[in-house]
């Protein structure tokens, strides 16, 4: 556990100075509590002996003193410690991204499944939880407590030790004790809301055909039995959570009833000046504030570090697409590409995604790739963009295999509209200007004309500045795909693989849109993957996939 | 600031009953707060006039049972907060369930469904939060002061004068959290959540990026999105931490004052050094509860959100209107769209404009048209998951909106353009037609699906766990359970969305003669944009404009 929280104190790269002024000024806080409350019992008892007023003075600034301080270094701390959690939320994004750019898109295909990559992204968000829930608060403790206790042993070693103990155990027995006895139970609770929620997802989505089969009241019982075992382990789950605040208010009390019985005793003894029994048992009873936080913050300890492993464990991954260490330049175009013998596989021991495959693009020509789903099309459209290295074979560049070339340099010579490709969310101009930033509102039009969707994109109110929304979630699915073939044109490669562009078009539209890319394309090479027949009778040369035979 | 939400309480008994045992608990641990003071204050009086540790052992026995006695009644303010959360919760999620598959079990679109999911499930964190901790807190925010107060006034009427001297703090306080926190914690919230967004889209859309070689400035872009969003941030906190400060003010000023007036009525003797310790202690209690209430503030307003969410969803209107009517089979009669149109809440512009259209018993037709032209509302309104805007769908002259949706649904099989699988065995999900089917109709089904050979080829055959977590299913494997469903259904009218739609030749083929098979003896409508299929048809019919119109398929291509 503290090699994963080291390493994620490097993700979050904060520095030990902002931390340890954040500590500084909670420990403080506490301090002038713990002062306040201890001068203010001096200034009674002391007060009780009917001194002269002036003899006073000095508890009275204290008091006045301690008050007045408590609250600006809250204010402060919370500044600091805030600034903390916000800084490490930005750097950890940051760097995060940075080690999973170059794994991208094969070593991540297994984030894709389910929304594992939403996870993915909440868990580097809970990473600026780790100053301000769970290292900041211990720290205080250690400051806070240490000072407290010393204070106290100055007056009566005794006394001293009675709070050592009670806030030794406070502050670390009771938050383990306590996240021992709920660890279990919280586990359990975790799956059996797991479990509800995956039937909650699967009813609410499939909801239309539970409906069309007359079958919702069965689903309601179903789902109403798997909710009530979430309430009642949730209800034991709590008796187990309650304990920590509980034990630790038990032990506030005994150690404050343990420092007034030695108090009580050493005055007893002539050892300690009556006026300082009451200053001992409220410093105790402030001192207790510093391990208040703590059974919460091991809590939220153990799921930082949980998160943050999961987090790790990608960005742990080391990238099997690298630049060679002297890249040859980039050819100028025309020139040939093309796959000789080549097996590919996403993982080791999944079977092959294309086997034995040869395929050769010959400058200007248009080809295209007609195969089944599943066959492995889109797999070729990786290899020609180097986002998967053969396992056999060789993707080959001008006469050079493609792995001596800069990744950038691949790509800026072969672009792809693939079928899995992202639509930002953001305007459909920004979209379009990804292919290309210094495009011109001209090049834009004519790529949208091409991709057949210019007339829909004037149409609309805001034109080209329209919101797609969230993965282009406001667009259809043609119209999606259109965009990103737009964007495809728009980059002026001399490459073109455009993956499977027709597929939720109807045969007429599909057919006209095959030949005004073909048209758009010309002087370029034009690669095109579909399962369907329009726009074969268009192309220079069609070659047939099969899947790959299962070994 | 919203204390308790009122449709919170009005909706759920528990929290009534968690309201009632948490004053309980609240005025005890009032009382234990009292009896603290006081019998610290008495030990040490006594020590201070010299007793021995014998003289006051008994007190400190006491001492310590109260300490005790708080520590049960905080453990017992989490249990049963966290109690009447999860029963609170699993009422309202029930009831949103419930009411979405009654009344609009057909989301308008995937991510909205996504959400609702989210909603119901979520709620449970922020409204723990709410119940556990924020409601003891407001009862203890209340109850512990006035009892701290009531006790003062009685032993020295003096102190409480000076302790209210800090009251005039508080509403400065209110203000300022009613002014700056509630608002700007909401502002900085929805920022926090865009930021978070953004960082979502642009890792899953890492691929396209590195396709564009734009992957690697995005790094550079994150550290400026963030560093400006913590500079905004921290200057609204400066603000927002304002409040807390005047509270801790208030808190420390109190004490202060308390004990400097006591101290010099002391010196001058004319108050009890017990009484004036009394009050010393008391002192900060005044203010304890609330400074937690302002922390637990924040937890709260998520639950808070959260709960509203729920709220809005469950109230939100029916797409249909129930009806009492029973609509007769469609083997007896026809069904007939008349100048039906249809828009959709969200979408601007007509879907369809006064579509007429017929369907008979024993014939099937063919609904073919370009994307977008609402072929699969036809489904939908078929289905009774909307209902017309203007127009109607008769049926032997019911219409349709007045006819009870459970009823007729009796008579329809659908298969839509891209089933759900279910957890559950394959067997399960073709049951799904027919939940009392029988081992050989189910088997017959797929045979007639033209599923049963891929099935049988799998090692646990039709006892193969599929859905979540199970044997993924390609579409077209998902496609073929879904015909089965429909063949074990039985029912009198088909309705088949895009069957062949992105299969390769060799299972549409499959799918295609197991639609031949399902249309005899049935009314099947058949959605369709491409030409295979349509072979199968006894009537074409071309939607465009939002109108249907009579075409033979040579005059559709």
């Given at each position: 556990m503290t090699a994963t929280i080291r390493r994620l104190m490097l993700i979050t790269d904060v520095r030990w100075t902002r931390l340890a002024l954040a500590a500084l000024l909670g420990a403080l806080t506490i301090l002038f509590g713990v002062g306040l409350m201890g001068t203010a019992g001096y200034l009674i008892s002391r007060a009780a002996e009917h001194p002269?007023?002036?003899?006073l003075t000095a508890a009275i600034v204290g008091v006045r003193f301690f008050g007045l301080a408590r609250p600006l270094a809250r204010y402060f701390e919370r500044l600091a410690s805030h600034d903390v959690a916000l800084r490490s939320l930005g750097r950890a994004r940051a760097q995060v991204y940075e080690a999973v750019e170059p794994l991208a898109p094969a070593q991540l295909e297994?984030?894709?499944?389910?929304d594992l990559l939403s996870r993915f992204v909440g868990d580097v968000d809970s990473l600026?939880?780790?100053?301000?829930?769970?290292?900041e608060p211990p720290l205080v403790a250690l400051i806070a407590g240490v000072a407290s206790v010393a204070l106290a042993a100055l007056f009566l070693p005794a006394a001293g030790l009675v709070l050592a103990l009670g806030l030794l155990v406070g502050g670390i027995a009771v938050p383990v004790a306590a996240s021992t006895v709920s660890r279990r139970s919280s586990e359990r609770h975790a799956r059996a809301r797991g479990a509800l929620s995956a039937e909650l997802v699967e009813t609410l989505s499939g909801g239309a055909e539970l409906a069309a089969f007359g079958l919702e009241r069965d689903r309601i019982r179903s789902l109403r039995r798997a909710d009530s075992r979430l309430v009642r382990i949730s209800r034991r789950a709590a008796l187990a959570d309650g304990l920590g605040d509980g034990l630790r208010v038990l032990v506030t009390g005994a150690t404050v009833a343990g420092v007034l019985a030695v108090s009580v005793q050493a005055h007893a003894e002539g050892r300690l000046d009556r006026v300082l029994i009451a200053l001992l048992a409220l410093l105790s009873l402030a001192a207790f504030e510093a391990v208040q936080p703590l059974t919460e913050a091991l809590r939220e300890l153990r799921a930082t570090v949980a998160a943050g492993e999961r987090v790790l464990d990608l960005t742990d991954r080391a990238p099997r697409i690298v630049d060679p260490a002297l890249p040859i330049p980039a050819p100028v175009a025309p020139f040939a590409i093309a796959l000789e013998d080549v097996r590919a596989r996403y993982a080791p021991g999944e079977r092959p995604a294309l086997d034995g495959f040869s395929l050769r693009l010959e400058p200007g020509k248009r080809v295209v790739l007609l195969g089944p789903s599943g066959a492995g099309k889109t797999t070729v459209a990786r290899l020609l963009q180097r986002f998967i290295d053969p396992e056999r074979g060789r993707v080959i560049l001008a006469g050079k295999?493609?792995?001596?070339?800069r990744q950038e340099d691949v790509r800026s010579l072969i672009a792809v509209a693939g079928q899995d490709a992202h639509l930002f969310s953001a305007s459909i101009r920004d979209n379009l200007a990804l292919g290309n930033p210094g495009a011109t509102d001209g090049d834009l039009a004519r790529a949208l004309r091409s991709a057949r969707i210019l007339d829909w994109v004037l149409s609309l109110p805001d034109g080209p500045d329209t919101l797609v929304g969230e993965e282009g979630r406001e667009l259809s699915g043609g119209q999606r795909q259109r965009i990103v073939l737009a964007r495809a044109l728009l980059t002026g490669a001399p490459v073109l693989v455009l993956d499977e562009p027709t597929a939720n078009l109807d045969p007429a539209t599909a057919k006209a849109l095959v030949q005004d890319v073909f048209a758009a394309g010309r002087g370029r090479t034009v690669l095109l993957i579909t399962h369907r027949p329009e726009g074969v009778d268009l192309a220079d040369e069609v070659v047939i996939l099969r899947e790959p035979r299962v070994t | 600031m919203h204390v308790l939400d009122q449709r919170l309480v009005r909706r759920a008994r528990p929290v009534r009953r968690l309201l009632a045992l948490d004053t309980v608990l609240g005025a005890l641990s009032a009382g234990l707060v009292l009896v603290q003071a006081v019998l610290i204050a008495r030990i040490v009086a006594s020590a201070f006039s010299g007793a021995s540790l014998g003289d006051v052992s008994a007190d400190l026995a006491l001492l310590a049972l109260a300490f005790a006695g708080r520590g049960v009644l905080t453990w017992g303010f989490e249990v049963a907060g966290r109690r009447a959360a999860s029963t609170v919760l699993s009422e309202l999620r029930l009831e949103l369930v419930e009411r979405r598959l009654r009344t609009q079990p057909l989301a308008l679109d995937r991510a909205e469904s996504g959400e609702v999911a989210a909603t119901a499930v979520q709620g449970v964190e922020g409204l723990e939060a709410y119940f556990a901790r924020y409601l003891p807190q407001v009862v203890l925010a209340i109850v512990v002061p006035l009892a701290v107060l009531g006790l003062v006034v009685a032993i020295d009427p003096i102190s409480a004068g000076v302790m209210l001297l800090t009251l005039p703090l508080v509403p400065v306080f209110m203000w300022l959290i009613g002014r700056y926190t509630e608002e700007r914690t909401r502002e900085r919230w929805l920022a926090l959540r865009l930021l978070s967004t953004h960082f979502l889209d642009v890792v899953r859309g890492l691929p396209t990026l590195r396709s564009f070689n734009r992957g690697r400035e995005q790094a550079a872009v994150l550290d400026r999105i963030g560093e400006r969003y913590r500079r905004t941030t921290m200057g609204t906190l400066r603000v927002a931490f304002l409040s807390g400060a005047v509270l801790e003010l208030a808190a420390t000023l109190g004490v202060a004052l308390v004990a400097v007036t006591a101290g010099v009525r002391l010196a001058d003797g004319s108050l009890g050094f017990q009484t004036a310790l009394t009050v010393l202690v008391l002192a900060p209690e005044l203010y304890l509860p609330l400074r937690q209430l302002a922390a637990q503030f924040h937890a709260s307003a998520d639950g808070l959100a959260v709960a509203e969410r729920m709220f809005e969803l469950i109230d939100e209107p029916a797409p249909t209107a129930g009806g009492k009517l029973v609509a007769p089979s469609p083997l007896d009669a026809p069904v007939r769209f008349e100048a039906v149109s249809f828009a959709y809440p969200s979408r601007p512009g007509l879907v369809l404009d006064g579509l007429d259209l017929e369907l008979y018993p024993d014939e099937t037709v063919a609904l073919v048209g370009p994307s977008g032209s609402g072929k699969t509302t036809v489904a939908s309104l078929l289905l009774r998951f909307v209902d017309p805007g203007s127009g109607r769908i008769a049926v032997g002259g019911i219409d349709l909106a007045h006819s009870r949706p459970d009823l007729w649904r009796e008579q329809l099989a659908w298969v839509p353009q891209r089933p759900t699988i279910f957890r559950g065995t394959i067997a399960d999900n073709i049951r799904l037609g027919d939940p009392g089917a029988t081992v050989r109709s189910v088997r017959d089904a797929a045979v007639l699906a033209g599923a049963d050979r891929f099935v049988q080829a799998?090692?646990?055959?039709?006892e193969t766990l599929v859905g979540d977590g199970g044997r993924p299913l390609s579409a077209g494997e998902s496609r073929r359970i879904a015909l089965a469903r429909a063949f074990v259904r039985n029912a009198p009218l088909v309705i088949l969305d895009e069957p062949t739609a992105d299969l390769d030749r060799t299972s549409a083929a499959v799918v295609a003669e197991a639609v031949e098979r399902l249309r005899s003896g049935r009314m099947v409508l058949l959605i369709a944009h491409?030409?295979?299929?349509?072979?199968?048809?006894d009537r074409v019919v071309l939607l465009e404009d939002g109108k249907g119109r009579k075409r033979v398929w040579d005059e559709v291509v």
């Open positions: 002269a007023v002036l003899s297994d984030t894709r499944r389910g600026q939880n780790l100053y301000l829930r769970s290292l295999d493609l792995r001596r070339y | 799998l090692p646990f055959g039709y491409r030409p295979e299929l349509v072979e199968h048809a």
